[in-house]
């Protein structure tokens, strides 16, 4: 890398604590699943994406370069739900770059991984992190730091009101940076934590970034994604058992640790049909990702009460493209029903003035084998196999959006 620009990523543990977590799971369930992931871009950009192709590629070679030292890897051992074992391999883990290739396609980025799955699946969050700094490299950056910082003052103020003027509810209002993937530069992410860890400690509880938490002195947030999931619709359980078979191994994997549990990797309804009373005592809560967000969340407590277990004694996370005055308008609506969370990610991280990028790397085969994501938002519906969608509709009994 240049010593004028300093790397995008400069450590392994700047990323997402979900993908820690999940690739421990993987490493000890499936550690010969052989995997497919693909770059998308859900919006125009305000310029070709393929002109990131020469620097994506420097930023690549210099992560595949970084394994992480003897802090870090005391760090991830001090947090109680990461086994000895994992850290172990670790210890001699490094990213490979032939598993990764980019490419132009006309005025597009196409970026393939493929690979052992637990060598490749957590190329995601950095390839992300890569792309919209270099994407963003090209505005000015003392004007999008001073729109930044305006825009931060404001949220900040907003909550100080909110606790000034909103009248007491049941339980507390309480917000996470999910920031990393979509963020401006590192440094202002940086930035942003430090500020509202200072002025808004109330209110503002960890971070998904495991090294700014870790630097910050910040709680590291995140369980699963949808890939954990998706994943069992390839690995050997019938199809229509592959969530009880991911939550099963997840409860084994972590004992009462991490136990906040997706919902939408093939719908709402058809999640709670799998999440019997066994699994609503077991875990501590549901996250929400796509569809309607006070939907969701009524059918969750509605579920909760079906099982006569006390909503109160469980949390709902949000975190579907919110921003603050989102987050105060839910938590108003479920404040006094249940505990609740709120992870806002671009919002935080990149609400600078500028239009920002929908990017995403998600998992697409395993074991050679078409896997999907059916979400409860028809945008956010991911697969290349029209066949297999249509099979996993069916059998989850999911109509067409």
């Known amino acids: 890398m240049s010593t004028a620009t300093p790397p995008v990523i400069s450590s392994l543990l700047e990323t997402d604590l979900y993908k820690f977590t999940m690739w421990q799971a993987m490493l000890h369930r499936h550690p010969t699943a052989q995997a497919e992931y693909r770059f998308a871009c859900r919006n125009t950009p305000q310029y070709p994406l393929a002109e990131l192709v020469e620097d994506l590629g420097r930023e690549l070679d210099h992560l595949c370069s970084l394994s992480l030292d003897r802090d870090e890897l005391t760090y991830l051992r001090g947090l109680r739900f990461i086994k000895s074992d994992f850290v172990d391999?670790?210890?001699?883990?490094?990213?490979?770059?032939?598993?990764?290739?980019?490419?132009?396609?006309?005025?597009?980025?196409?970026?393939?991984?493929?690979?052992p799955q637990v060598h490749v699946m957590g190329f995601e969050i950095f390839v992300l992190a890569m792309v919209n700094e270099l994407y963003f490299r090209r505005y000015d950056a003392a004007v999008a730091l001073a729109q930044g910082r305006e825009r931060l003052r404001a949220k900040i103020e907003l909550l100080r009101r909110f606790e000034r003027e909103e009248p007491p509810h049941r339980h507390p209002f309480e917000f996470f940076d999910f920031g990393l993937r979509r963020r401006f530069s590192g440094a202002w992410h940086r930035e942003v934590l430090s500020t509202l860890k200072t002025e808004l400690p109330q209110f503002f509880k960890g971070t998904s970034n495991v090294m700014l938490a870790r630097?910050?002195?910040?709680?590291?947030?995140?369980?699963?994604?949808?890939?954990?999931?998706?994943?069992?619709?390839?690995?050997?359980?019938?199809?229509?058992?592959?969530?009880?078979?991911?939550l099963e191994d997840w409860v084994q994997e972590y004992r009462g640790d991490l136990g906040i549990a997706l919902?939408?990797?093939?719908?709402?309804?058809?999640?709670?049909?799998?999440?019997?009373?066994?699994?609503?005592?077991?875990f501590d809560g549901l996250r929400h990702d796509s569809g309607d967000p006070c939907e969701w969340g009524e059918k969750a407590l509605a579920h909760y009460g079906r099982l006569r277990i006390d909503p109160h004694t469980k949390r709902l996370v949000f975190?579907?493209?919110?921003?603050?005055?989102?987050?105060?308008?839910?938590?108003?609506?479920?404040?006094?029903?249940?505990?609740?969370?709120?992870?806002?990610?671009?919002?935080?991280?990149?609400?600078?003035?500028?239009p920002t990028l929908n990017i995403v790397v998600k998992l697409t085969h395993v074991n050679g084998q078409p896997v999907a994501k059916l979400s409860d938002s028809p945008g956010k519906t991911m697969c290349e196999d029209q066949t297999f969608l249509a099979y996993l509709r069916q059998v989850f009994q999911v109509a067409p959006r």
């Open 319 to 354: 975190s579907d493209a919110l921003d603050m005055h989102k987050a105060l308008a839910l938590y108003r609506h479920f404040a006094d029903r249940t505990q609740l969370g709120f992870g806002i990610g671009t919002q935080l991280s990149n609400d600078m003035g500028l």
């Open 89 to 115: 391999f670790l210890r001699i883990f490094r990213f490979q770059r032939d598993f990764i290739e980019v490419t132009p396609r006309g005025e597009a980025l196409e970026i393939v991984v493929r690979g």
């Open 215 to 246: 630097e910050l002195d910040l709680v590291p947030i995140g369980t699963m994604a949808h890939e954990y999931l998706q994943s069992y619709q390839a690995t050997g359980v019938r199809l229509r058992d592959h969530q009880k078979a991911a």
């Open 263 to 282: 919902t939408d990797v093939v719908s709402m309804d058809a999640f709670l049909a799998d999440f019997d009373l066994y699994f609503a005592k077991l």
